[in-house]
């Protein structure tokens, strides 16, 4: 860290950020506790933003506080492959085509062989649950666009598999004309257990939801929870050697996390349920400290 910077890292106030696509999200840190919380949005198009994208996200009031930004999800650090454990991985300065106000400090991501996966966010929220819960062994299902279900163990992430699921929702909702987050839980929680039976039906299920209520044989939120049951009973077939017998928590904002909850307790399993943003605080939290500890 570069000496003329590192004194930034002496004061309790700090930046905590994440990025998710385009949507960056800022909160006001006074050492552990947030204050006040802003989202931006970089240009469309920007889906692999570079510094001077990011810049202009952090333009106003958080480049001239001349406080450090400590952020995840951004892609600009190259991921570690895992089996590794989050809270241990290497930070990463941004600092050449950023003014000299800016320190930006940016967390890597998670990257597996086999089968291909990427995870870019979540690693932190990850690192912020394990920071709450010590010990913890088990596995992490982290809703999301992108939907991640961890193994943990020993405080590393010894592997995780990813789906799409909460896209297909969104899309086979869009097209249907359905509100995504209406949704009835009777519904949803017997087409999950009809698709789990037979997961390869799954494109099925959808296109009978449609028709069913097209039809006027079911009522938009019947439809939509069979669509929720169809995409989550697919996946919880080909997640069941996470899922199955594990210590399980689920871990993401109100919204998302409901039906993965319906979905999941209707396979009997004790699911302890975590807030993504908290989570993501610790873990942002933990990092900025061991930035401290580093320029002591």
Known sequence: MAADRSSLF?????????????????????????GARRKAHLPQGSNDPGLSEIHAA??????????PIVACGTGLAAPQAVPTRPDQMPLAPQGSALPPET??????????????AIMQGAETCIAGFLALNPSWDGVLCLPGKTTH??????????SFQ???????????????????QDWAASELTGTV???????????????????????????????TGRIWGAVLGAELAAARPYWLGQNLALIG??????PYAAALEMQGLPVTIADAERMTLAGLTRAWRSLRKEDD
Do not use: Y
């Open 253 to 258: 904002d109100k919204e998302t996390a409901r």
């Open 149 to 158: 279900w961890a193994l943990i163990s020993a405080d590393e992430v010894v």
């Open 58 to 67: 952090l333009c106003g009031e958080l480049t001239a506080s001349q406080l």
């Open 103 to 116: 320190v930006l400090i940016t967390l890597p991501g998670l990257a597996q062989k086999a089968p291909p």
């Open 193 to 223: 257990a009809d698709t789990m039976s037979k997961p390869e039906l799954m494109a099925a299920r959808l296109a009978e939801a449609k028709a069913a209520m097209h039809g006027g044989s079911c009522t938009p939120e019947e439809a």
């Open 162 to 180: 990813s789906f799409l699921t909460v896209e297909l929702a969104e899309s086979a909702c869009a097209m249907a004309g359905l509100q995504v």
């Open 10 to 34: 002496q004061s309790d106030n700090w930046i905590a950020a994440e990025a998710q696509g385009t949507e960056w999200t800022f909160w006001a840190m006074s050492g552990d506790t947030p």
